[in-house]
């Protein structure tokens, strides 16, 4: 898959996303990402992108026609259409099933502000959707950009070296919080890895990891249980 961010610091995305999972999606090929910088299609001896708003106040706004060149540069980079995401505090929140929706995608765009924002016009105009990382208000939409390039790269097919993890994590197909995970040493002063994780029998290992993955979701997050797809042993769990 393709994702274009169009960012005043497209390289900030693109370093961030260069490390670990992310970095390996991008050598095997499951991603590519491009950067686009609205400067370089800013006009002056300036190339200024960014003015005051109208009816005063503080801050400065994102200019329309820089930006509105440079994502026309980056769509007609590929023929494939590729819908424009908005990272934005007003956004609708990013989600896990958001995040399955777009890593089915071909290719979208990232469009991240900075200063108080983007000249509603061009949202208007040119942005498909808004997307949120968090009611909390960050500086740029470089770092929630980052963030959707990750949660989506993870979900490429092979771009995790085992893809059984994805299915366990939490908030995926099941709706539910992951279990808790345990590595060497089996003694440590800080406790004993739990018996059944060394048992050998798969099935119970299995019933152990759902019946915490069930607990934990139960004490951490009541409200994901609502959506949850639980069977009827999961409900015989949480009612005992
Ligand atoms: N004045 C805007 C408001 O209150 O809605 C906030 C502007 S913020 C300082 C600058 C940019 O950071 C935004 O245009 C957006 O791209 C990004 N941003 C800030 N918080 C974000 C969040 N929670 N999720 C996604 N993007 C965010």
């Excluded at 490390?19 to 390996?24: E, K, L, T």
């Excluded at 896990?96 to 502000?113: D, H, M, N, S, W």
């Excluded at 997307?131 to 995790?160: F, K, N, T």
């Excluded at 060497?184 to 059944?196: C, F, I, N, S």
Aim: net charge negative; aromatic share 6%.
């Amino acid at each position: 898959m393709r994702i274009d961010i169009v960012s005043l610091f497209p390289e900030f995305v693109t370093q961030v996303a260069g490390h670990g999972v992310v970095g390996r999606a991008q050598e095997r090929g499951l991603l590519a990402l491009h950067g686009w910088n609205p400067r370089d299609h800013a006009e002056g001896n300036y190339r200024r992108v960014d003015d005051r708003p109208f009816g005063g106040g503080p801050g400065m706004v994102m200019l329309i026609d820089p930006l509105r060149a440079c994502l026309a540069a980056a769509r007609a980079a590929d023929p494939a259409p590729a819908k424009v995401i908005y990272l934005s505090p007003q956004g609708m929140p990013l989600t896990q099933a958001k995040v399955r929706e777009l890593a089915g995608e071909p290719r979208f765009i990232l469009l991240c502000g900075r200063y108080e924002g983007i000249d509603e016009r061009l949202v208007a105009a040119e942005v498909d959707e808004e997307l949120s990382i968090g009611d909390y208000v960050l500086s740029g939409g470089e770092l929630a950009a980052a963030v959707v390039v990750d949660a989506v790269a993870r979900l490429q097919e092979g771009a995790l070296n085992d893809a059984e993890s994805a299915a366990q994590d939490s908030f995926a197909a099941d709706g539910l919080l992951d279990c808790p995970h345990y590595t060497r040493p089996v003694e440590h002063e800080l406790g004993t890895v739990p018996e059944v994780l060394m048992s050998g029998n798969h099935a119970g290992i299995a019933r152990w990891r759902r019946q915490q993955a069930l607990g934990r979701t139960w004490q951490r997050r009541p409200e994901l249980l609502d959506e949850a797809a639980l069977s009827a042993a999961d409900r015989k769990l949480l009612e005992a």
